[in-house]
Each structure stands twice: as structure tokens, then as C-alpha cells.
């Protein structure tokens, strides 16, 4: 638990076990929330809450009334990241050995049921006992969860799939037990070939639902790795300086004032000043700014980020749970927490649907032994209401037509979470793209190369890619890949050797190249190394700067012959899905933590207009962005690549990561896809709403056989035989209504 800014309150986090829908959350909370001053958040992703207590209200007054609305509750433990997992089940492991007994059972149960020419004498009896730990074992969490909202008089999905697995069974046994001869000579007995039993109906559903549900619990917990993923990028060893004498511990022994030094290639242990010396230190993983950040004495510096180029020695100001790190880690857990738990068009329906055909088969009985009945007559009505009512096709509706759309999805490198996603996509109106991995590649490559009269850009670049191939720093990378590009382009030569190298971290690097001296950095290192700067070349300097480009210079025997500018490229197809983007409806806006000018270029190239541009934006701003979209208004898509995204990812109401990124983005996010194409965005959220519109289609068609059944069984013009025979009809239908999914393309 972690104390609140209020003197008389705290937050209080509780793991909560056996929710399964929305209506589960909806009871937590009422529960949490009837007690005095207490506000509770459930979330059903993350299996949580959050609570907002007053001092007076005990842990253990909290946890027994999550007990009491029929769950399981502790308080969260907040585990170390690195092996947090360790000896932990995977998930759904508790339902994989239920699903397998299932498919394995139900395999023959259906065939021997449906196919005449295996109906062998008595094989009623055989079908029934394969199906018996089907509809029993493996299917317990339908029961379970149906008979604990029994308790609490509510009903759930759960309630019409425990229901119907039992109507079934049951009427086939009891049909079974009062005339064994049904099947006593085999396929003869009956024109149908089925006996009038229906015990493939029940393994059959049991086990398409416990795969959905199997499914789904992998789904779900991976949200909750998002977390600890995130907090796993900190820095695990330190070098405390002390002393004069190196010592290298722990990262989290370190506190607020220690000494510690980072090497070139380190990752910096936590948030501090420089104390001592020169670097450039790549901050993309946090702030998803493309250029790394100069930094010397008394610079701040943040945990997790790396020092990539000079020795530092870094004074710590903030440890532990007060770092940058763990703020955004609080940030991507609240966001996830804060975003409202979205219910299932079935649940909503069943929980009106369930009391109303218990209801309708009570009358049912009722009805017909006071029009004079026989108590048999009676029964077999109520009995076909309750088969006919039977949630095949709408326990099917919803998991089937997931796995179609995400099969497909998976085919075209595009992964849906779960059914709740795909409600999202249907609304959502506004799409926020981040910039850096996502729009662009967030890889620098040289944009132009100005000289001085005499100079040819080929032969400036070639002397800046000798001396810059000797250096780690991004910018030397990007400069000396370019030069070897031209060199191979020209000629097919090598960069010549460099003799003499030195750095200055922050400023620039030297050397001797073919008997020259040259230099390359920033104009004030070449100014303090008496290098003048033509003016000519300051305006194309100044000109590129302002255009959104990073540039250097270039110096040959103390004398400024040129500059190399670099930008972040533009990744193909970008262009073309802001179009698509468009044509869905969507208003794009583009947010990123580099500069104006950058991000001004970037817009114009792609087509989202000056007005929908935020730039210089932290992690903490991003998040803000989305708020104040969803305030004024918009269901807000958000699609990024990096750490820095993922608490905006998780606010948003359709967050959407790029495979080429962070597994922290992808963790908190909706939606992934794949492929380093923002165009696959655009695919995903067709994808995504043609999977919804079957889904609602399956759904309409099923409850429209119910709504349709119910009565005509009641009034007894329904046998339940034909009943079964219309349920595995409404079965199919809504399997090859899915199954259109499989042929959807981009």
C-alpha cells in the first residue's frame, strides 16, 4: 500500500481472484464502496483494486467484504522486477488440463452422436459417460461462478452457459434412464440418428467456452506484466564512488546523495546531477526524443537512461519509488486502472435474460397443469423452454467470432487483447500518433551536406565519416554510415583511417585524416578551439536548424568547410495511413518530445494540420494530451513505440503499440501490431471493427432464435428433440457467419 496526500486517507491495493465480467467488477465495487468513505476502482484486466480508505477502515475490513460479495481478495505485494515471476503459474494453467479432457472427450461424444454409422447398441450409455466429466470437471468454473452469483442473486454469462451445460445433460439422462431402448440396437432406433439425446450439445459447448476463456486469461494477465516490464529497465549495479575508491552494489542500495560514476555504454542507476564530466546521454527510452541529450556538471540525469558517451560522476537525487522510473511505472498502472471496465453486450442482455426464461419455464409448468396437463406434459415443456433457451449459438457468438478475427489478425501480424477492444474501436473518433518509431523511423540519416565555395559535398562528408567512424555517439554513426553510402556509390572504396582520435564528450571529436586535421561538433567547441565560422555558412546553418534538422560542423585545418544536417526519416507508407486514418473517421494528432520545428516538418509531410501538433511534450504530457482530448469530447486512439508511451497507451481509450518497439508499449496497449508500418494501424482497426460487426451479428441472430423458441416451446409445439436440432442449426450458423472473417484482407 502507499500513502495518499490526504492526512486522513490512504490507497489501498488489493488482488482480487475470481472475477470473470463486468458485472463481477460492478458487485466488487459496490461492495468496497458501501463502507463508510471508502472509493474503489476495480479492474478486470489486471484482476486489482484501488482503493481510497480513511484511516479508521482496517486491511482486513476491506478483504472481508471482497469475501463477502463471493471473491477472493489479498493485498497487492509489490514484487522486485527482475525474476518477479519466478515459480508463478502461467496463465490459464488452472483451465489447460480442463480444456484437454474436454477436446478429447467431446471428440468422439459428438462424433458417435452425430454421425449414424458409428451408433453402435447402447451408445447412449457410452456418450453419456464420456460426456459426464466434460460437462462436470471441466466445466466447474461456469459452475462455480454461476452458483456465487446464484448466492448474490445476480446472473452472469456464466449463469446461462452453467444452466444450459446442465439442461442439457440432464434432459438427455433423464430421457436416457425412462427409455433405454432409445439406443439399445444402435442407428436403428430413430430416423434422426440422435436418439433424442443431446449430450454432444453440452461437451460441445463446454468446451468451445473453456477455450475462449483459456484464451482470454493469457490475454489478460499479460496486461499485468506491463509493470513490471517497465520497472525492469532500471539499472541493476551502480558504481558508488567513495573515497576515491569504486564499489560496485546494488542499484537499489543506492540513496539520495550518494556518489556514483557511469561509463560510456552504462545505463545511469537513478535520477541524479552530474557532478564530473562531459556526455551525450540517450534519453529515447524515456522521453522518445531522437537526439541524445548534452549533459555536464550540474545537468540533471535520469535513471534507466545511457550514458553514450564520456565518463560521468553522478550525484543521486531520487531512489526508489521516488525516481522518474518508478513515477512512470505509477503512471501506466493508474491509467490502466482509471480506464473504465467495459461489459459485454452478452453479460448486460443475460442479465435480464437469465431470470426472465427461468421465469418463462416456471410459468411454463405452472401453466399447464392448471389447464389440466399431465404432470409429464407439464415437465416436457418446461424442459423443451429451458433446451430451447440453451446459449449455444450466444455463448458462441462472442468467442468464436474473437478467435476468427483474431486468427485472421494474427495471419496479418496484428494481435487483438479481447472483446472489449473491439468496442473501443468501434467509437473511437481521434488518433494520437507519437512521433519518434512510429510516424518516423527514430534512426538520424543525413539530410544535406552545405560547403564552402571550393568544396564538394562527397569529399566534405567522406573527411567527416573517417573521423566520425571512431565514435559510438548516434550522430557519428548516422554521419559515417552516410559517408560509406557515398563512398560505395562513387567509387566502391573504404573510409580512410583516422590517426590521432580524440573526443570531447559534448563537443565534437578529432583527428588526423589523410594528412589533414579534421574536426566535426558544435560551433561553440569549434569556437573554443579557434575555428572561425564564415557567416555564409552560419545562415544555411541556422536555415537547416530551423527546418527541424540536427546539424554539425565540419572543420579542415582549423578552417569551417561545410555542414552535415540529420534527420529523423519519415517512415514509408506514413503518409498514406494519416489518409486512411482520415477516411476512418479518425482526426489524427501528432505528439512527440522533440522540438517544434521537428515536429512542424514531420506534420506537414504526412498531412496533420499545424493545430493538432503538440511538441516538447514528457511521458507525463502525453498522458495529459488524452485526457484533454477524452474531456473535450473524443474516444481517443493512441498508437506509440516506446516506455514513454505506454502510460498514454494505457489512458487512451484504444491504446495501439508497434511491434518494432517496447515490450512495456506493447504490454499496455489494446492493440499490436507487428510490422514497423503505422499502415498496419490503420488495418487493425478495420480489422478490428468488421470482427465487432459479426460479433453483434452472431448475437442478434442468437437471441433472436431464443426470443423466438421460447414461446413456441412453451406452448408446447416444440420437442425438445427438435429444439436441440434447431440450437446446433443456430450453432452453425453463427460459426459460418465468423468464419467470414478468415477472408478479410487489408
Same mark, same amino acid.
Given at each position: ?26 458487485? @466488487? ?10 472509493? =474503489? ?87 453419456? %459417460? ?19 452469483? =446464484? ?93 576515491? &575508491? ?41 522521453? !522518445? ?37 518508478? =513515477? ?31 421465469? &418463462? #419455464? ?17 415437465? #416436457? ?5 429451458? %433446451? ?8 458462441? +457468438? ?25 468496442? $473501443? ?6 488518433? &494520437?500518433? $507519437?512521433?519518434?518509431?512510429? %510516424? ?7 539530410? +544535406?551536406?552545405?560547403? *564552402? ?44 583511417? @583516422? ?46 536548424? =530551423? ?20 534527420? $529523423? ?26 522540438? #517544434? ?39 481517443? +486512439? ?25 515490450? %512495456? *508499449? ?8 507487428? +510490422?514497423?508500418?503505422? !499502415? ?53 450458423? @453463427? ?12
Amino acid at each position: 500500500m502507499e500513502q495518499s496526500t490526504y492526512a486522513t486517507a490512504r490507497v489501498v491495493e488489493l488482488d482480487i481472484q475470481g472475477m470473470t465480467c463486468a458485472s463481477c467488477v460492478g458487485r @466488487v465495487e459496490r461492495k468496497l464502496d458501501s463502507i463508510a468513505g471508502v472509493q =474503489a476502482t476495480v479492474n478486470l484486466a489486471l484482476e486489482s483494486a484501488r482503493v481510497l480508505a480513511p484511516a479508521g477502515v482496517g486491511d482486513q475490513d476491506l478483504l472481508d467484504r471482497v469475501a463477502s460479495a463471493g471473491y477472493s481478495a489479498r493485498l497487492h505485494e509489490r514484487k522486485p522486477a527482475a525474476g518477479a515471476e519466478g515459480g508463478e503459474p502461467s496463465p490459464g494453467a488452472d483451465l489447460r488440463p480442463r480444456l484437454v479432457v474436454a477436446a478429447v472427450l467431446t471428440v468422439p461424444t459428438f462424433a458417435i452422436s452425430m454421425i449414424p454409422l458409428l451408433q453402435f447398441p447402447n451408445w447412449g450409455w457410452w456418450v453419456a %459417460v464420456l460426456a459426464l466429466p466434460v460437462v462436470t470437471w471441466s466445466a466447474w468454473p461456469f459452475h462455480r461462478a454461476a452458483a456465487i452469483n =446464484a448466492r448474490h442473486g445476480s446472473s452472469t454469462m456464466d449463469t446461462l452457459v452453467s444452466l444450459g451445460i446442465v439442461a442439457a445433460y440432464a434432459f438427455s439422462a433423464g430421457q436416457l434412464i425412462a427409455d433405454p431402448a432409445l439406443t439399445a440396437h444402435g442407428m436403428e432406433d430413430s430416423g434422426t440418428g440422435m436418439g433424442g439425446l443431446y449430450f454432444e450439445v453440452a461437451a460441445v459447448v463446454a468446451t468451445f467456452l473453456l477455450l475462449g476463456r483459456y484464451l482470454e486469461a493469457r490475454a489478460k494477465a499479460r496486461a499485468g506484466s506491463a509493470l513490471r516490464s517497465l520497472l525492469d529497465l532500471g539499472a541493476k549495479e551502480a558504481n558508488l564512488l567513495k573515497d576515491g &575508491v569504486e564499489y560496485r552494489i546494488p542499484a537499489e542500495s543506492l540513496v539520495p546523495g550518494d556518489t556514483f560514476v557511469v561509463r560510456p555504454g552504462e545505463k545511469i542507476a537513478t535520477d541524479g546531477l552530474v557532478r564530473e564530466g562531459l556526455s551525450a546521454v540517450d534519453t529515447s527510452l524515456l522521453t !522518445g526524443e531522437s537526439v541524445p541529450v548534452e549533459v555536464g556538471p550540474g545537468d540533471a540525469v535520469t535513471g534507466a537512461t545511457i550514458n553514450a558517451s564520456g565518463r560521468l560522476t553522478v550525484e543521486a537525487t531520487r531512489v526508489g519509488a521516488d525516481t522518474t522510473l518508478a =513515477a512512470m511505472g505509477r503512471l501506466v498502472s493508474e491509467a490502466q486502472t482509471s480506464k473504465a471496465p467495459i461489459a459485454r453486450l452478452a453479460d448486460r442482455i443475460s442479465g435480464v435474460f437469465v431470470p426472465v426464461v427461468l421465469a &418463462v #419455464a416456471a410459468l411454463t409448468f405452472v401453466a399447464w397443469l392448471a389447464a389440466g396437463g399431465s404432470l409429464d406434459a407439464a415437465f #416436457a415443456a418446461a424442459v423443451s423452454v429451458l %433446451v430451447i433457451a440453451c446459449p449455444c449459438a450466444l455463448g458462441l +457468438a462472442t468467442p468464436v467470432g474473437l478467435l476468427a478475427g483474431s486468427g485472421r489478425g494474427a495471419q496479418l501480424g496484428i494481435l487483438i487483447r479481447g472483446p472489449q477492444v473491439l468496442e $473501443d474501436t468501434r467509437t473511437v473518433d481521434a488518433i &494520437v500518433l $507519437d512521433k519518434t518509431g512510429t %510516424v518516423t523511423t527514430g534512426r538520424l540519416s543525413v539530410d +544535406a551536406v552545405d560547403v *564552402a565555395d571550393g568544396w564538394a559535398a562527397g569529399e566534405a562528408l567522406r573527411l567527416a565519416g573517417a573521423v566520425e567512424a571512431a565514435s559510438e555517439h548516434p550522430i557519428a554513426r548516422a554521419v559515417a554510415d552516410a559517408a560509406r553510402q557515398s563512398i560505395q556509390a562513387n567509387d566502391g572504396g573504404a573510409l580512410p583511417s @583516422v590517426e590521432g582520435f580524440r573526443s570531447a564528450p559534448g563537443g565534437g571529436v578529432s583527428g588526423q585524416v589523410e594528412g589533414r586535421r579534421v574536426a566535426v561538433g558544435r560551433e561553440t567547441w569549434l569556437l573554443d578551439n579557434g575555428i572561425a565560422i564564415p557567416e555564409s555558412l552560419r545562415e544555411r546553418f541556422r536555415s537547416r536548424e =530551423a527546418s527541424g534538422a540536427t546539424a554539425v560542423w565540419l572543420a579542415v585545418d582549423g578552417s569551417a568547410v561545410g555542414t552535415v544536417s540529420l534527420r $529523423d526519416t519519415l517512415k514509408p507508407g506514413s503518409r498514406a495511413a494519416v489518409e486512411r486514418f482520415k477516411a476512418l473517421g479518425l482526426r489524427p494528432y501528432l505528439v512527440t518530445g522533440d522540438n #517544434a520545428a521537428v515536429a512542424a516538418r514531420v506534420a506537414a509531410e504526412v498531412g496533420i494540420a499545424p493545430s493538432d501538433v503538440l511538441a516538447g511534450v514528457r511521458p507525463e504530457g502525453k498522458v495529459d494530451a488524452v485526457r484533454r482530448l477524452q474531456g473535450e469530447g473524443a474516444t481517443v +486512439a493512441m498508437a506509440g513505440d516506446g516506455v514513454n508511451d505506454a502510460a498514454a497507451l494505457a489512458r487512451a481509450d484504444l491504446g495501439i503499440a508497434m511491434g518494432s518497439g517496447t515490450d %512495456v *508499449a506493447r504490454e499496455a496497449a489494446d492493440l499490436t501490431v507487428m +510490422a514497423d508500418d503505422l !499502415g498496419q494501424v490503420a488495418t487493425a482497426i478495420e480489422l478490428s471493427r468488421a470482427t465487432l460487426r459479426t460479433i453483434k451479428v452472431n448475437l442478434f441472430w442468437a437471441f433472436a432464435y431464443n426470443s423466438i423458441g421460447i414461446p413456441v416451446a412453451a406452448l408446447g409445439l416444440l420437442n425438445p428433440m427438435i429444439g436441440g436440432a434447431a440450437m446446433a442449426a443456430s450453432s452453425v450458423l @453463427v460459426v459460418a457467419n465468423s468464419l467470414r472473417l478468415t477472408r478479410f484482407a487489408r
